[in-house]
């Protein structure tokens, strides 16, 4: 971690999404603080903010080799005077032994790196879903039972989660341990974000303009704590600076009913539904993939108690906008599908396929300070491309020397130019057809590298002056929309063998793209081009060859079982 001087050092785990993203601007803001790390498993773009304002770490906590995460976090943390850890899946909800690992037994690993590294303080989110179900609107404080929704696979997890920092609290009284439960968080740039993780591709977000909706259906008694992202940072950059421990409920002041829900959403106009009726509408909703959220969601929002704030609020925090100033803003987010600079945050995408921002594959030590970090990929239609500085570099002065067959190379770079083509579409759709599989994040962050190694092969051929063939490319992109059509007919009853199979395709292309990586780092300097930069995408290829093999790994277990294997 870089050195911060006199001022203290953060490191934020989880740091590129939602809660993250405010996090970092809280800080940045916190005169004490003047030192930030961010951990993530997708890096954002580091030269946007507010990921501009801390160093970066690429992790993976949910990794199969605990001891390794632990030993790399360890590492990073040593000298760090506060820890806050964010990092928690919602999606995909279906798969609850990667969830579970990554939730409760991610929350582990952060202890365990926390206590190695010597950190005194550990601040976890933690939720209003940690509490048991009451009956009644008294609010609550922080010593209300906390044993969580039996239906909400979400609560569950977060009151799993805090017995983790129970056990951490008996055995290490001297760490500071903060839990902070926080109402839902909204802002406008999570809109793309919560549509995808809440609402699913099928919902039409038109109707969540104001007044469109002539009556709104609801259960009664549903009530909801919001409070706004930046306010949400703003306490946790207050806990920290204060080293405050202790468990702190945080929410807005006003608590919102259905009533108030209808006079925001529709014209006031509010038809009561008993649960009884909407939870099974919900529950198969789900089950046929038409809504994201499963009902547990509904069932904390008709079960935990509102809390009290009062202890945040000792502490000088307080709200600069409303529950309702946060939903209106929401609203407006989800219906333009806001977003920012981070795989996760990231605008207008339905789900997790699309460009991202170029990660390491592989987990690991992937650190990049501020502005100094590659910029996100870039979209196929070639307008408005964004290269990392290695990249950029490789498509300056360039020629090809007598000695040397331009045919013969303009032909051999074509023709890898083709396979990246191809190989583009492929994961493209794979990321697409499993975005609400563990595989997700892996794909995406392939689809953006190969993006953008097609993309330079693609201002080589131009930079070297070599006949263009565009036709093998066209062929190769007809053949990529054939079989989008076919695996999008085939994608809800597809094969768990499907996976395995595309995985070991696409294996074999990787490999083959190392060869040219390899030939171009050899003829580099014939070339006019830095063969460092050839070195560097052979790594990459090696890296994603290795992710692929992990991925097979874990597809081969369940290819030849019954039932809908990984999706």
Do not use: C
Not at 257 to 282: E, F, S, Y
Not at 476 to 490: F, I, T
């Amino acid at each position: 971690m870089t050195d911060g001087g006199d001022g203290m050092r953060v490191a934020v785990i989880g740091a590129s999404g939602n809660v993250g993203s405010a996090v970092l601007r809280a800080l940045a803001a916190e005169p004490a603080v003047t030192s930030v790390l961010g951990v993530a498993r997708r890096l954002p773009d580091r030269s946007a903010p507010p990921f501009d304002a801390a160093d970066w770490l690429s992790l993976d906590l949910a990794a199969e080799d605990e001891a390794d995460v632990v030993d790399r976090l360890a590492t990073a943390l040593a000298g760090a005077d506060a820890v806050v850890h964010l990092a928690w899946a919602i999606q995909p909800n279906t798969e609850r032994d990667y969830m579970r690992r990554l939730n409760v037994g991610g929350t582990r690993r952060v202890a365990d790196a926390a206590v190695r590294a010597g950190v005194r303080h550990l601040v976890v989110a933690s939720s209003w879903g940690v509490y048991s179900p009451v009956q009644d609107d008294v609010p609550r404080t922080e010593d209300a039972p906390r044993e969580g929704i039996r239906s909400s696979h979400y609560s569950v997890d977060k009151a799993a989660q805090e017995r983790v920092l129970d056990e951490l609290e008996a055995e290490h009284p001297e760490i500071t341990v903060t839990r902070m439960r926080t109402a839902l968080i909204f802002q406008a740039d999570a809109g793309a974000e919560i549509a995808r993780y809440f609402l699913g591709p099928f919902v039409p977000l038109g109707l969540l303009r104001p007044g469109v909706l002539p009556v709104l259906p609801l259960p009664g008694h549903l009530r909801l704590q919001v409070v706004h992202a930046d306010d949400a940072g703003r306490a946790y950059a207050t806990v920290v600076a204060q080293r405050a421990g202790g468990a702190f409920n945080v929410a807005a002041a006003d608590t919102l009913w259905p009533v108030d829900l209808a006079r925001i959403l529709d014209h006031g106009h509010i038809v009561p539904v008993p649960p009884a009726l909407v939870r099974p509408l919900v529950h198969y909703a789900w089950r046929a993939r038409l809504v994201a959220a499963d009902a547990g969601w509904l069932d904390m929002g008709l079960g935990v108690p509102v809390m009290d704030t009062t202890r945040i609020r000792a502490l000088g925090w307080r709200e600069t906008r409303s529950a309702e100033d946060a939903l209106r803003e929401l609203l407006d987010g989800l219906r333009d599908r806001r977003g920012l600079a981070s795989p996760v945050l990231r605008a207008k995408d339905r789900n997790f396929g699309g460009p991202v921002e170029s990660a390491p594959a592989r987990a690991g030590l992937g650190n990049g300070r501020g502005r100094g970090g590659a910029g996100a990929g870039g979209g196929a239609g070639g307008g408005g491309r964004h290269r990392s500085p290695a990249l950029a570099a490789a498509v300056g002065p360039a020629h090809v020397p007598p000695h040397l067959d331009a045919g013969l190379l303009g032909l051999y770079l074509s023709d890898h130019l083709t396979g990246a083509t191809a190989g583009l579409g492929r994961m493209t759709r794979m990321a697409e057809a499993y975005a609400d599989t563990p595989m997700a994040d892996d794909l995406a962050a392939m689809a953006s590298q190969l993006r953008e190694e097609r993309d330079l092969l693609r201002e080589l051929i131009h930079a070297l002056g070599l006949r263009q063939r565009p036709y093998r490319q066209a062929a190769a992109q007809a053949g990529e929309l054939v079989g989008r059509l076919k695996l999008n007919r085939r994608v809800l009853t597809r094969s768990p063998m499907t996976p395995l199979l595309e995985i070991e395709v696409m294996r074999g292309a990787v490999l083959g793209k190392l060869g040219v990586w390899q030939t171009l780092a050899d003829h580099a300097e014939e070339l006019g081009l830095p063969a460092e930069t050839f070195v560097s995408l052979a790594d990459r290829a090696r890296d994603q060859a290795a992710t692929l093999d992990l991925l097979h790994e874990r597809s081969r277990r369940t290819a030849f079982r019954g039932g809908s294997g990984t999706d």
